[in-house]
């Protein structure tokens, strides 16, 4: 390469520098334009899963609960109200998420939704969690979707109710986590 630069002397040698430069330049922009069309892509797909979580049956369902805890037991009621605002702030706070959130964050939105839907369920629904390992990163709502479809298609499709369980462990490949009904 040495031999056919100097060959082709100095003005070539910064004209393929310059060419190169500019191509470099051209995919890097390459680049930034699909990551920012990624990026884009992310954050809808992440409003949409925000907005499936929060469907104007869990509201009003969860508000009815609640109402009606205001007549029967007020201090439940008000512990009530702060699970139901503490979902509510994790879902809207998944819109400006970038990136993977701490399991334990996630898990407790979870918790935050299960505790309202023991609430309303109450025997019918029972949840078991079998965490063997918390310490890791994970999406935004990846859980939450997961358990919701448990409770939703699995426990509240059954006469007398169910069980979810909630796992996670360690294998040879990774982190697992499972959610099951039965």
């Given amino acids: 390469l040495t031999a056919m630069l100097m060959w082709h002397g100095y ?17 890097n922009m390459k680049k930034d334009a699909e990551n920012a069309r990624l990026e884009l892509a992310v954050m809808q ?13 869990f509201l009003y369902n969860s508000l009815s609960t609640i109402q009606i805890l205001c007549q029967m037991d007020p201090t439940l009621a008000q512990e009530a109200m702060g ?28 918790k935050n939704y299960l505790y309202i ?10 949840v078991v969690y079998e965490l063997e390992r918390e310490a890791f990163t994970c999406p935004s709502l990846c859980l939450q979707t997961m358990v919701e479809n448990a409770v939703k298609h699995g426990v509240c499709n059954k006469k007398g109710g169910g069980t979810v369980w909630i796992r996670s462990y360690e294998t040879s490949q990774g982190i697992c986590v499972e959610v099951e009904d039965n």
């Fill in 11 to 27: 003005r070539e040698h910064l004209k393929f520098l310059w060419l190169l430069r500019r191509w470099l330049q051209q995919e």
């Fill in 45 to 57: 797909n992440q409003v949409s899963v925000m907005l499936s979580q929060i469907q104007p049956h």
């Fill in 83 to 110: 699970h139901f605002i503490q979902y509510l702030r994790a879902n809207m706070d998944s819109l400006n998420q970038k990136g993977s959130i701490p399991f334990e964050k996630e898990l407790n939105h979870v």
């Fill in 117 to 126: 839907e023991k609430l309303r369920f109450g025997r019918k629904l029972e």
